[in-house]
Each structure stands twice: as structure tokens, then as C-alpha cells.
């Protein structure tokens, strides 16, 4: 298949670009404006990465007028790259939010206060690896570079996907535990906490979807149909990504009701509740 540039393997469709970015700009501005209204700061990273989709997808249309400048290259394989993984950064902080907001911190498998550091840990190890790689394959200039630029990525995938793997492990075991003896606080309709284990595990699996397309991707490598074609970018990691941001609008709370509590999923303190029995 003959180049399209001396960067693009194929013709960046210009339409498509447009419409992601216009997309994923006005879901990024709905959250950014959520989030400094309900001030659910764990929500941050969801802000981020969408604008790391705003100009990622942007940095492709330009790539449709100016192929054969570098830059709008390695921005939009950069930034859409890595965006992932801030969605995936909130996910792992709402989970650790959910269990304190239902006082059930006894059925969590990893001490709660634990969950949001070993999780956003492993997710800045992901992000470096990846933003590594992708560093090294959009200035490869021999094979050789361009191997090592891929298999930085591929392992950074592979670690993001067993990190997330334990992640629902996690919150399966919670859930799971939860339902089988419901503490007050989880039995509140005000929170309803099956709606956001719904949505958390939605997310998941979206994430997950788009990192095994991604593993595959690298793994067949460059000459393979998945890097030499355009469509399944936009099919398998930009359209999943949307309704990753569209789910994850519901999460913008601020202050819940539990009875005569406040729950603030944001900022919750345990001690303000009475104590659970422990999970046998």
C-alpha cells in the first residue's frame, strides 16, 4: 500500500476529524463545566482527557492539509493514545469515593485508602511507558526504532490492562459483598449505588475494549491492516471513548443524601457515620 505522506500511511479523513473533535469538544466543555459547578474534583482527569481528544482529533485534520509536517503527526498519536487512561484515572477514584459514601470500607479486598493510590500509581507507570513509546515511534526513523517505539506501547497497554483487570476484580468482590449484606448508606435511593456500579463497570469495559483493540493494533504491527487504515481508529477507540464521556456525565454529584447524612462523594468523612459490621 503506497503512502499517503512521508508520516500518514493513508489520507486523513478530514470530515471524520471534524466531526470527533466537534464532538468530543462539546462533551469536554459540558464537563469542565460540570465539574466546577458540582466542584467534583476527582472528575479532573475525564476534563483533561477530553480536551487531550479535542486536539488530538484536530491535530488529524490538520494532518489531512499538511501531511508532511511532523508535528500534527505525533500530536494526534500522542494524545489519543494516552487519553485513556485519565478516563481510566477517574474511574479507579470514583470506586474509592462509592465505598466510603456507603460505609463500606470492610468489603473492599484492598484497604480503600489504598485503592486510589495503587490504581493511579499503575496508571502513571501506563502513561509514561506509552507516552514513551510514542515518543520513540513518531521520530523512529530506522526499523529498529520503530520496533522499540511499538513495543513500548504494546507494554504499556498490556500493563494498563492488567492493572484495570484487577481494578474489577476489586469492585466485583465490593459489589458483590455489598449486596449479599447492604449497609444503611448503600440502601439509600438517594445514591442508588447499582446505577453507579452500572455506569463504573460500563466504563470498563469500554476501556478494556479499546486497549485489547490497541494491543492487537501494535501487535500485528505497522504493515498490518489495522495501522494501515483509518477506519477502525475512529470505530475502535474514538467512537467507544465518546460514550465513555457521555456515561461518565452522570458522575457529577456534588452532595448526596443518606438518611440525616451528607454524603459528598468528593470530600466523605467516615467518621460522621455509624460503624459498619465487618464482612465475614
Not at 456525565?249 to 459490621?277: C, F, H, K
Amino acid at each position: 500500500m503506497a503512502k499517503f505522506s512521508k508520516y500518514w500511511t493513508y489520507e486523513p479523513s478530514l470530515p471524520a476529524a471534524a466531526i470527533f473533535t466537534l464532538i468530543f469538544a462539546v462533551l469536554s466543555i459540558y464537563h469542565t463545566f460540570r465539574l466546577f459547578k458540582t466542584r467534583t474534583w476527582f472528575c479532573t482527569p475525564l476534563v483533561i482527557g477530553g480536551f487531550f481528544e479535542v486536539i488530538g482529533f484536530g491535530a488529524r485534520a490538520v494532518g489531512n492539509k499538511k501531511p508532511d509536517i511532523l508535528l500534527p503527526f505525533i500530536i494526534q498519536s500522542l494524545l489519543i493514545l494516552l487519553a485513556p487512561i485519565l478516563f481510566a484515572a477517574s474511574a479507579y477514584m470514583i470506586l474509592s469515593r462509592l465505598i466510603r459514601a456507603v460505609g463500606g470500607e470492610s468489603y473492599s479486598v484492598v484497604r480503600v485508602r489504598w485503592v486510589t493510590k495503587i490504581f493511579v500509581g499503575g496508571d502513571v507507570l501506563c502513561f509514561l511507558v506509552q507516552a514513551g513509546g510514542g515518543a520513540v515511534l513518531s521520530g523512529a526513523d530506522t526499523a529498529s526504532a520503530v520496533s522499540m517505539g511499538q513495543s513500548l506501547i504494546l507494554a504499556g497497554l498490556l500493563i494498563q490492562m492488567v492493572v484495570f483487570g484487577f481494578f474489577l476484580v476489586i469492585a466485583v468482590v465490593f459489589h458483590k459483598r455489598i449486596r449479599a449484606r447492604p449497609t444503611g448508606q448503600s440502601l439509600n435511593s438517594d445514591l442508588n449505588l447499582e446505577r453507579f456500579m452500572v455506569m463504573l463497570y460500563s466504563v470498563s469495559l469500554l476501556i478494556t475494549f479499546r486497549n485489547l483493540f490497541r494491543v492487537i493494533e501494535y501487535a500485528m504491527g505497522k504493515d498490518a491492516y489495522l495501522l494501515q487504515n483509518e477506519w477502525p481508529i475512529y470505530a475502535f477507540d474514538g467512537f467507544p471513548m465518546i460514550v465513555v464521556l457521555v456515561i461518565c456525565s452522570q458522575w457529577y454529584t456534588g452532595i448526596m443524601q443518606s438518611g440525616p447524612v451528607n454524603i459528598d462523594l468528593e470530600g466523605y468523612d467516615n467518621s460522621a457515620l455509624t460503624s459498619q459490621r465487618s464482612y465475614k
